[in-house]
């Protein structure tokens, strides 16, 4: 009989939502030695949509009130999907209780905010799992080989850019994700991070950064069809060098109003024996150029992923068949439940998570002095 997960959820938005069928397919796919999640307790401020989601996904109770989650004696897991401005405080409260937390990105809106977490985290010796989904990829997975194998020989660039244009049309209303109190930042910390996240996943630490930003569309719609205008306080784009602990140096940029881009998470990486080359819209797939092919036969090969890369055999037998974006999603949780049922090592811990929002807070310091910043090392 397998063990089984009690999970209660803070937030039933588009990731709420996409958490529990998460849930359901990790216990599906990677059967009952991840342990069984059992949905305990759903909170949301919007007491319609708690109510609702709660039936709808299958969660035995419900409330408007977090506090009931984290002091519940029947939730072993609080699951934190809620926009990131209360990450921190809930996130905070649950580790004090001695609950285990697995948190969406960011953590916080701070470097040092989400550092405290990892501390307390760590004092408590409670489970604790950030979701930079990317970074369980079958593709990230595959790139961390070619690097860590020597098969691209010293690496030199890590470059990369995370674009999407979902936010190119003017007539879009404000949303949490343009206030600064509420999102901390825009492209970066939405869309950024998730680069950040891999960059360092296969590179490690980066040392210092410079940036730019901008906004591009500073005014919006207070909400849908209004006259009225609201600011927009968050960026549109972000660009900037990273120079890595490890020598090598990125240029990596982010936009949420890049036009034509759906969800171009691309990355390319140089070494002195090779390149590999990778794009989110084309997910089963890295592109690796390898120097010492004769010179006749040498050019970028296209490797479909598959059994060989990750966790990509647990969902298809073979290459060619695909993954698709949601199932990064189930990888993650899957890692999730085995890492809480099992004690098995898992690498986004809130340690990772708070690396990256220290990277993200350097990133934005650098955007507004226009110097090199210094990423702070804990
Ligand atoms: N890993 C990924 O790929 C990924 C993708 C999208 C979003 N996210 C992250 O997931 C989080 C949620 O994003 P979303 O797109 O689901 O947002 P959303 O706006 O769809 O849903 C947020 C939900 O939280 C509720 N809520 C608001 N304030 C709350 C509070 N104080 N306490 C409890 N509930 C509250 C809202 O009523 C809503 O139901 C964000 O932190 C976001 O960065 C991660």
Redesign the pocket.
Known sequence: MSKKVRIGM???????RAHVSSYMSAYSIYGEKIGEPVFSIL????EE?AKSSAEKFGFKKWTTD?NDVINSDDVDIVDI????A??YEIAKAALLKGKSVYS??PLSLSGKQSQELAKIAKEKNVFNYV?F?MVMMPATAYMKHLVESGKLGQIMRFDGRYDQDMLLDPSIPLA?RHIKKQAGSGALG?LGSHLLSISQYIMGDIESVNAISKIYIPKRPIKAGSTKMGNVETEDYIAFTASYKNGATGQLSSSRVATGRKNYLGVEIQGTLGTATFNLERLNEVNVYFHKDKSIDRGFRNVLLGPDHGDYGMFQPASGIELSYNDQKVIEVAHVLDAFTNGTDYVCNFKFGAKIDTCVATILKSAETKQWEKVEEF
Do not use: I, R
């Open positions: 803070v937030g039933a938005g588009w990731m709420g909170m949301d401020v919007n949509s977090y999907v809620t926009p990131n209360f990450h969406e990105k979701g989904n949490w939405d």
